[in-house]
């Protein structure tokens, strides 16, 4: 399944496809593909499943010619060489990553305009805090869609073991992230969607909608995962709720030295410190 975007003022109707790959890994990652309809070029975005990329793109005769890297983790460049092999695409990445992604094509910067074909146009976002050069893309169209590699996933935000520092992942969230129009659509480099609502709900155990969404989603097919929203994930992510007041008290029962009232940063900093142990 594959899902279309109408272009928001496009001079012609046409519209963006992207088809969410799932990789089935231990890693649980998610690959994409974007796609113009109008000319049938396509961009792969982290495409470490080479070969399910390839044969996707082939059955609707679309030809990859850029493969955007989010980050530099294996896991998310793993593919690049048989991808470039096989298509002889550009291959598109922070510009601060060279020295970690060979054979960088295009480096990006925040603000930087990526075009697909005649109709798809994406902006850069420079979105450090995974990693210190990470890059998240953002959709120019009527209903906005975010291609978020590992900064935030579905009801949780990236670790910072690997190269990362939670204080930018905070400026990143509340800088950037929070935002982001509300019906921005979510796409994430990993599906930890279950995990990451049991952990909101260990923080705030009284919020009814991230309860009723891991009972919808438990059993959910990974092959058609459910897409959030910004909205969505204000109501269920515990990193978007640094004020909800009974996060901040469960908060308390374990970092008393915060004092009655913290401030966003300590309590995302304390969030990310539990999650990572958790």
């Given amino acids: 399944m594959h899902i279309r975007y109408n272009l928001l ?7 963006m496809i992207v088809k969410q790959i799932w990789t089935g890994n231990a890693y649980r990652n998610f690959n994409y593909l974007v796609a ?4 049938g070029e396509a961009m792969a975005i982290d495409p470490l499943d080479h070969k399910r990329c390839l044969s996707y793109a082939k059955s609707q005769d679309w030809q990859i010619t850029q493969i955007l890297n989010t980050h530099d983790h294996h896991d998310h460049t793993g593919g690049n060489n048989k991808m470039l092999e096989a298509t002889g695409a550009k ?7 060279g020295d970690k992604i060979p054979g960088i094509d295009i480096g990006l910067s925040a603000g930087d305009t990526v075009k697909v074909g005649k109709t798809v146009e994406f902006q850069a976002l420079d979105t450090p805090g995974h990693t210190m050069s990470h890059i998240c893309l953002l959709s120019k169209t009527q209903t ?3 291609f978020c590699g590992d900064t935030l996933f579905n009801a949780g935000a990236g670790n ?12 990143t969230f509340v800088g950037q992230l929070a935002t982001l129009p509300e019906n921005t659509l979510i796409y994430p480099g990993h599906d930890y969607l279950n995990n990451n609502l049991e952990f909101t709900l260990d923080r705030e155990p009284g919020n009814q909608i991230a309860q009723a969404l891991l009972e919808r989603t438990q059993n959910q097919n990974p092959e058609t995962a459910m897409v959030t929203t910004i909205a969505k994930e204000k109501e269920i992510n515990t990193f978007f709720r640094l004020q909800n ?33 958790w």
């Avoid at 291959?91 to 990553?97: I, K, P, S, T, V």
């Fill in 144 to 146: 906005p869609a975010l």
């Fill in 9 to 15: 003022n496009s001079p012609i109707p046409n519209i």
């Fill in 160 to 171: 910072c073991h690997h190269g990362g520092h939670p204080a930018e992942l905070y400026e």
């Fill in 245 to 277: 007041p009974e996060v901040i008290d469960r908060l308390l029962d374990r970092f008393p030295e915060l004092g009655a009232k913290p401030d966003a940063k300590a309590v995302f900093l304390k969030l990310r410190e539990l999650r990572n142990s």
């Fill in 91 to 97: 291959l598109l990445a922070h510009c601060g990553a």
């Fill in 36 to 39: 113009c309809p109008e000319t």
